[in-house]
């Protein structure tokens, strides 16, 4: 019998329309344009004034329904990667389920950090394959803003807010869709980057507040040296098991956190970087949202064609980290 296949039959996202630039930087924290352009590669990216984390989800589900004309009652399931949810419950997904009108659908929310869009995805896809749904919604949205501290240069320059959302459903071919997945972590990565305020270890007072607990903490050498080594080797190994060399793969979709961490990425990989999505100069780093908002321009743009083999990368808090193969499927949206 022929492998049950899920695949992404819909992809769509959300930015908010506020831009925060280097030069807005600037004025708030110690910094410059030169020094964030080469460390990061990032330009500027978006803020949501109003609103949380579930409308910048709902806003790439309407931007996915716009070229996917499915009625929001045929979802059965959503899944929301973030961390970044609207409260610790209800769940985001819920909140969303709520907001689309979704209403034959269940959900959770998971927590994968900036791996949180490819641990989805592999999870979405066992419902999928194993027949027990046939309309998965998969959303990657954080509001990063509203944890970010905007007194740390450290941090404060790296993040912006995004959503991004596939549809999973059955491939028609078992050739095409999501063919492998290597997904790892690591909880020994896990004091150098988190948020220690507000969970069951650190009950929110006074004094996390105080502490400025309840903001994003990261020590960046370690992380960086550890995303290097993780985002390559995962992405190097989802090769070598599959078979393919560098010509073989027409897109890297490298989770956005450094350019520099990318570059070392397509290099292990042999790929060039005319294969390579970035947009990390425009978003900077939208955690669980990136890959998904990657995969919408490329697709909204035309480049992203059906038959083309792309491999999704990942590296975040955790440590987490991952790669998945995929054989495009979706048609050109039509002009
Ligand atoms: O998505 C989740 C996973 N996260 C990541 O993958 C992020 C991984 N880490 C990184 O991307 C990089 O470590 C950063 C971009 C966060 C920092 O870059 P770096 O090259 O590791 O810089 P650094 O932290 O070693 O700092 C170098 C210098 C320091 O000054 P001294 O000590 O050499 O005098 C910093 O104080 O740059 C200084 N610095 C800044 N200068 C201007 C740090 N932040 C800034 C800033 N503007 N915003």
Redesign the pocket.
């Known amino acids: 019998m022929a492998k049950r296949r899920a695949t992404i039959t819909a992809v769509g996202h959300y930015a908010p329309s506020k831009i925060l630039s280097n030069a807005d930087l600037e004025k708030m924290?110690?910094?410059?344009d030169e020094?964030?352009r080469t460390?990061?590669g990032i330009s500027e990216r978006h803020i949501l004034e109003n609103g949380a984390t579930s409308d910048l989800g709902v806003g790439a589900i309407q931007a996915m329904l716009a070229h996917r004309k499915i009625e929001p009652t045929e979802i059965d399931i959503i899944i929301v990667a973030t961390v970044t949810p609207d409260m610790f419950f209800p769940s985001t997904a819920c909140i969303i389920q709520d907001k689309i009108g979704a209403k034959n659908a269940w959900g959770f929310d998971l927590s994968g950090?900036?791996s949180g869009f490819l641990f989805a995805l592999h999870t979405g896809a066992q419902f999928v394959e194993n027949g027990t749904a046939s309309k998965v919604l998969i959303v990657g949205a954080d509001k990063m803003s509203s944890i970010t501290d905007y007194s740390d240069?450290?941090t404060c320059?790296?993040f912006g807010d995004a959503g991004g959302a596939v549809l999973l459903e059955l491939s028609e071919d078992p050739e095409y869709g999501i063919l492998d997945n290597r997904l790892y972590c690591d909880g020994a990565g896990g004091p150098f980057?988190n948020m220690k305020g507000g969970g069951s270890l650190n009950p929110p007072t006074h004094e996390t507040v105080d502490k400025r607990m309840h903001y994003i903490y990261?020590d960046?050498?370690p992380?960086?040296k550890a995303?290097v080594k993780g985002m390559a080797d995962v992405s190097a190994e989802i090769m070598e098991r599959n078979k393919l060399t560098g010509d073989d793969v027409s897109w890297l979709v490298p989770?956005q956190?450094?350019l520099r961490?990318i570059d070392a990425t397509a290099d292990r990989m042999g790929i060039d970087r005319s294969k390579v999505m970035i947009n990390i100069d425009r978003y900077g780093?939208t955690?669980a949202a990136t890959i998904p908002l990657c995969l919408s321009e490329w697709w909204l743009s035309g480049k992203l064609k059906r038959g083309q083999n792309i491999v999704l990368a990942s590296?975040?808090?955790g440590y987490t980290w991952g790669a998945t193969l995929v054989r495009w499927s979706l048609e050109n949206p039509k002009p």
């Open positions: 924290v110690d910094t410059n020094w964030i460390r990061t950090a900036c240069r450290n320059i790296l980057l990261q960046g050498k992380v960086f995303a989770h956190a450094n961490i780093n955690t590296f975040g808090a």
